[in-house]
């Protein structure tokens, strides 16, 4: 009950690490670095030494990637998901599928929707409007 | 008393009963000097402010129609923009003191409040009645249950029956308006009934030593602990709680046109601004409110976030600890500050407590500091912003105010290998307030 299997690849990365920490520790800092790596993301307009700008897209898919990221660490280790019966992990995610169902319904009701879902699930939709 | 509790005299909860006189103490001292001391040299500093501020907009004004040159007109405007710049800044500070005070206040009343008087109603039972079969039973006795949930929740009815009179009789109160005080009484009545369940279960939970934990007997968690199976379907509902804040945010997002939108030429003109824009360095700026953010801006926020993650791992740090079979104390400064295995899991608890009570001072401060910046909860963008970082505050304060329990218990019968599932369950719950902030942060301050 609450403890981790020893068998995952990131356990075995840290086994070897040095320094004797647990997994815990090295949760705990990845979890410290990348929120980090978020927060200098929106702070910078550009990446630091560079010309190149930070687009909204790219925003996004570092907020996005980082926070996928952080839950995982967070469900997977401090919660325990890993190391306990599966039932936990399928009662926590059984919330998704409700959260799924908002998602489609925010896209729905979305002003934009009517033409942009079409445009999104259409190859070629350009051509096919003209028609 | 059975054999499979811990033997607990009532005389210990009278502690409980001097851990609230402390909190008392602390908020007192903390209101006099952070709320009224400091900020009242702050206000003074902000006072002063705001006369050389106004002194410089006269004297750019009357340079203006004095037809003064050019160059004194530009430095006289700087100097003015200059001295507004002061003025905002001294508003904050002094904002800043006045609501750490007020905050610190108003928390260690309600930590006293509720450990002070959970503590006392549990002192004046005789010494018989807490070791009868109602804990979680002895060797000889099967366990049939508590009462204390059903308690609670009736607190909790009668709390929201009236707390529409609650609420206006509270703000007629606070904005000096006569208040009638039989307006208060049912949801009054309610919270001594939901302090009367909670201290129903810290005395049912004290003795508790990890004997005769209830295991479920049916699918789907056949073998599984009771208290965690109940505690992860209690998650899986607060999931759906926090997913349809967020879900309203996205929907109502999506008609917004804020300066992310504008910038990646999704749209023309600016017509939201969201926390972000007053928040993060380049926000967007609509009617002269926003886009003064800076890295000072963010720092609370971005604070709070660490401050989650690191109590997130203390919690961790105090459920290792408790299950330990070969705990060694550290050396050096450390092995001052956990000397021994129970105490180090109680050090732990407080770390987690004082890093949690922070988040909640650093909150209301941002909050003061947007509202008096113009981000009120009369606009769309406010009002699920405050609403959204409002209810994961309050889960964070109410995980607070369990977690002076598990102090309380940490530091009395104390945890080990055998009871530490309590802090686990406890755990599940802290990390779960964390997962809901790694949503949150990003979404309403960074985006």
């Known amino acids: 009950m609450g403890e981790h299997e020893t068998s995952g690849i990131f356990e075995s990365i840290v086994e070897k690490l040095p ?7 090295w949760n705990f800092i990845i979890l410290m670095f990348f929120t980090l790596f978020e927060v200098a993301a929106v702070f910078f307009e550009k990446i630091p030494g560079t010309e190149i700008e930070i687009t909204l897209y790219a925003v996004w898919a570092i907020l996005i990637g980082v926070g996928v990221i952080k839950g995982y660490g967070i469900a997977a280790y401090f919660m325990h998901l890993k190391g306990d019966p599966r039932i936990y992990t399928r009662t926590a995610l059984f919330p998704v599928l409700f959260v799924l169902l908002m998602l489609w319904g925010i896209g729905l009701s979305n002003p ?20 | 008393m059975s054999g499979g509790e811990a033997h607990v005299e009532n005389s210990i909860w009278m502690r409980a009963v001097l851990i609230g006189g402390v909190f008392l103490a602390i908020g007192i001292l903390a209101f006099a000097t952070m709320g009224v001391g400091v900020a009242n040299v702050k206000h003074h500093a902000y006072e002063d402010a705001i006369h050389k501020y106004e002194d410089a907009k006269y004297a750019y004004e009357d340079a203006k129609a004095a037809n003064a040159s050019e160059s004194e007109i530009k430095a006289l405007k700087e100097a003015k923009e200059e001295a507004h710049h002061h003025e905002i ?7 800043t003191w006045r609501t750490a005070g007020i905050t610190i206040l108003l928390m260690c009343l309600t930590y006293a409040a509720f450990i002070g008087l959970g503590g006392f109603l549990n002192s004046i039972y005789p010494d018989d009645a807490g070791h009868d079969d109602h804990g979680y039973g002895g060797d000889d006795h099967e366990h049939h249950g508590s009462g204390s949930p059903i308690i609670f929740s009736l607190g909790i009815m009668l709390f929201l029956m009236g707390f529409p009179s609650f609420q206006g009789a509270l703000g007629n109160m606070l904005s000096g308006v006569e208040a009638n ?4 009484g049912l949801s009054m009545l309610g919270l001594v009934i939901v302090t009367a369940g909670v201290a129903n279960w810290w005395r049912e939970d004290l003795p ?24 992860w379907v209690f998650i899986m509902s607060e999931v759906m709680v926090f997913a349809t804040f967020f879900s309203s945010y996205l929907r109502m997002r999506t008609e917004w046109c804020t300066g992310w939108q504008v910038n990646a030429g999704n749209c ?19 009617d002269g409110l926003g886009g003064q953010g800076d890295f000072m801006t963010l720092l609370p926020g971005a604070i709070n976030t660490f401050a989650l993650i690191i109590s997130s791992y203390t919690i961790v740090l105090a459920l290792k600890t408790a299950k330990a079979k070969d705990w060694e104390a550290p050396s050096g ?17 407080i770390a987690t407590f004082l890093l949690g009570s922070m988040f909640i001072v650093l909150k209301l401060i941002e909050w003061s500091h947007l509202v008096a910046e113009g981000f009120t909860i009369g606009t769309q963008a406010g009002s699920i912003f405050y609403i959204s970082t409002g209810a994961h505050g309050l889960h964070v304060f109410i995980g607070l105010l369990v977690m002076l329990y598990l102090i309380f218990k940490a530091d009395t019968v104390g945890y080990d290998e ?5 802090i686990e369950y406890f755990g599940l719950y802290w990390h779960f307030v964390d997962l809901a902030w790694v949503v949150i942060f990003p979404a309403f301050y960074l985006y």
């Not at chain 1, 079409?118 to 028609?131: G, I, K, L, V």
């Not at chain 2, 055998?418 to 309590?422: C, I, L, R, S, V």
């Open chain 1, 19 to 25: 320094g004797g920490y647990d997994i815990y520790f």
């Open chain 2, 418 to 422: 055998k009871n530490g599932q309590g």
């Open chain 2, 181 to 184: 005080l039989g307006d208060l």
């Open chain 2, 333 to 349: 400064f450390m092995g001052k500050l956990l000397p021994d295995q129970k105490s180090a899991v109680r050090n732990y608890l």
């Open chain 2, 208 to 231: 508790f030593i990890g004997n005769h934990e209830q295991i479920a007997t049916s699918d789907p968690f056949e073998g599984q602990h009771i208290r965690k199976a109940g505690l």
């Open chain 2, 268 to 286: 023309e003109e600016v017509n939201m601004l969201t926390a972000s824009d007053f928040l993060r360095p380049n926000g967007a700026m609509l």
């Open chain 1, 112 to 131: 934009g929707s009517v033409q942009a879902l079409p445009e999104w699930c259409t190859p070629n939709w350009e051509f096919a409007s003209q028609r």
């Open chain 2, 89 to 95: 800044e001294a508003h904050l500070s002094y904002l």
